[in-house]
């Protein structure tokens, strides 16, 4: 993606011009075939819209998405068609977005007949063996979604992703709904089968525990913006943003489920109508000083990999302040 930009009319006032919101504001980003891509963020830093973005479920306002050599913005017919096939989206909530009224195998084969792939005999088969695949049974075809389970429904919804042999796969919260016991054993079949198939994962989360164990790389977002970008694995052990390391320090610790005694993040984010200027960050940040009151940082490489949009990220590492375990 490059210079990704949408806007939408916010509430707009009797008198005087609408609010503009700048839900993604100039996103550059490279996901590379068969990694699996994290975007994180608060509810409401646009990363919802990012991903609907990418796969070009709405519009962007500027910039361009180039999958395959293409870019995708101008596909349209045929071409379009095949892209719905090759990205398909797992939604947060699975029982609202299945039609309640059908059966699971109606549900996971809708795909095949929109898109007109196989007999009706195949599509059966077709069905049965996707849901062998998410670990439910061929017989549950006949079943109706609110007879299962959240974790089920959610297993439910990962086949019916899987129905056209997608490339992409993209995960809008795909567990967040479901219990802590349950997120697990999802967010693990969703691994598996992204392995099995060779697909490109791209998963949105607000919480980085959820994906701490599958991301090879992370996004994270504050405000429509990226502030810090990396290998999964590096980032965790060391955030170089403020934000991260803030994300971080809420994620509970596994063995006492108590809470990293320093949660840095306080307060809500700020109105995305009229974002602070300067870093967007700065009226939360601990470390704020002058300059980012009033200059915007940008993105820039502060080691092989990772990208930080953060006036003092070099000093804030170096001198350990953020990205040190005895900090968190
Ligand atoms: Fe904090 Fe300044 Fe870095 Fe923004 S630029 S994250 S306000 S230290
Ligand atoms: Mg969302």
Redesign the pocket.
């Given at each position: 993606a490059r210079g990704l930009t949408r806007r939408f009319v916010a509430n707009k006032p009797l008198f005087g011009a609408a609010s503009i919101v700048q839900a993604v504001n100039g996103i550059d980003l490279d996901i590379a075939e068969g990694e699996t891509f994290a975007i994180v963020g608060e509810s409401g830093c646009g990363k919802s819209t990012l991903a609907r973005l990418l796969s070009h479920l709405i519009e962007a306002s500027e910039g361009s998405v180039i999958y395959d050599g293409r870019d995708i913005s101008i596909l349209s017919g045929k071409a379009l068609r095949d892209l719905r096939r090759e990205m398909q989206f797992i939604f947060q909530d699975p029982f609202s977005s299945l039609n309640p009224r059908m059966t699971v195998g109606a549900l996971v084969g809708e795909p095949l007949r929109i898109h007109k792939i196989g007999t009706p005999s195949e599509r059966r088969a077709k069905v049965a063996e996707l849901l062998r695949k998410v670990g439910l049974r061929p017989e549950h075809a006949d079943r109706y979604p609110h007879e299962f389970s959240g974790g089920q429904r959610q297993r439910i919804g990962i086949a019916r992703a899987l129905a056209t042999g997608p490339r992409v796969v993209i995960g809008d919260e795909p567990v967040s709904a479901l219990d802590v016991s349950i997120q697990a054993q999802v967010v693990n079949i969703l691994e598996d089968l992204k392995d099995e198939f060779g697909l490109t994962l791209i998963i949105i989360a607000h919480d980085l525990a959820v994906i701490r164990h599958i991301a090879d790389r992370v996004a994270v977002m504050y405000l429509g913006e990226i502030v810090e970008l990396g290998d999964a694995a590096e980032l965790f052990a060391a955030p170089g943003?403020?934000?991260t390391e803030a994300l971080l320090s809420a994620i509970p610790i596994p063995a006492t489920g108590a809470r990293k005694v320093q949660t840095k993040i306080e307060g809500d984010p700020p109105n995305p109508i009229s974002p602070p200027p300067g870093?967007r960050?700065?009226t939360r940040?601990p470390?704020?000083?002058d300059q980012?009151r009033t200059e915007r940082?940008v993105m820039r490489e502060i080691a092989q990999g990772r990208q930080v949009a953060?006036?003092?990220a070099e000093r804030l590492t170096l001198e350990g302040i953020v990205g040190t375990e005895k900090t968190r």
């Open positions: 943003h403020p934000y870093c960050f700065h940040c470390y704020a000083e980012c940082p953060c006036h003092l």
